[in-house]
């Protein structure tokens, strides 16, 4: 019930294209979806995240789709560019409840080609 | 601020060697999480601390693994005796109360056991 399922494993996507990644969970305990983007060498950093009372967010070309019913939420990533270029990882966690505990999925690895 | 600073940033050692690996967190930061990735099980968390106590441990995979918060500036992990199956890469991350939404990491230890 803790974990949450990541997919595709790997996303190969043209310059100006939509990048979509999907997650699903189980735990309805979770009150907070953050989206981690991590660099070839370097430790993940949190691109943009979404609080289940809302059902979409936006910041920029990277939009969160959550779905609560479903227990579903999605990145998409518009106008992809070879910058994007990276492994991006969903999480979930209880915020305040088990001091922001980061259950993670297993990550997309998004190669943008120009 | 510099940063979630780790180190060593690579280690090798032989199977049977105590390894330890140290951590120091973002100032006034008063979460620490220590987390391990692998391509087979992906980021997991390990164990976390607030105010230098540690909460939840559940995630450190045998007693071989042990971690310690001295103080609020300095944490470490030791793997005792180590084995190969440890190889991974190992991450810290630190966040504050006040903004625990936001977990900041390290650029980690890559961790290879001979």
């Known amino acids: 019930q803790q974990q949450v399922k990541q997919s595709p494993q790997s996303l190969i996507v043209q310059k100006g294209g939509i990048s979509i990644i999907n997650c699903a969970y189980e735990n309805t305990a979770f009150d907070y979806f953050p989206w981690y983007q991590q660099f070839p060498g370097k430790g993940p950093a949190l691109l943009i995240a979404?609080?289940?009372?809302?059902s979409e967010k936006k910041e920029g070309r990277f939009t969160i789709s959550f779905n609560k019913s479903a227990k579903q939420f999605s990145l998409h990533i518009m106008d992809s560019q070879p910058g994007d270029s990276a492994t991006y990882f969903c999480a979930a966690c209880q915020i305040y409840n088990q001091g922001g505990k980061l259950i993670f999925g297993q990550g997309t690895e998004l190669s943008v080609k120009p | 601020d510099a940063g979630v600073i780790q180190s060593p940033r690579h280690e090798v050692t032989e199977m049977g060697q105590e390894v330890t690996l140290r951590c120091k967190p973002i100032?006034?930061?008063?979460?620490l999480f220590w987390y391990r990735q692998t391509m087979m099980r992906g980021l997991e968390l390990l164990i976390y601390f607030n105010n230098n106590v540690p909460i939840d441990d559940s995630g450190m995979p045998e007693d071989r693994f042990s971690a310690k918060m001295p103080n609020a500036s300095f944490s470490t992990l030791k793997i005792q005796p180590s084995e190969p199956r440890d190889s991974a890469v190992y991450f810290c991350?630190?966040?504050?109360?006040?903004?625990?939404?936001?977990?900041?990491f390290g650029p980690g230890t890559r961790l290879l056991v001979l």
């Open positions: 979404i609080r289940p009372d809302v």
């Open positions: 100032s006034g930061h008063d979460y």
């Open positions: 991350a630190s966040t504050s109360r006040g903004g625990r939404e936001t977990q900041y």
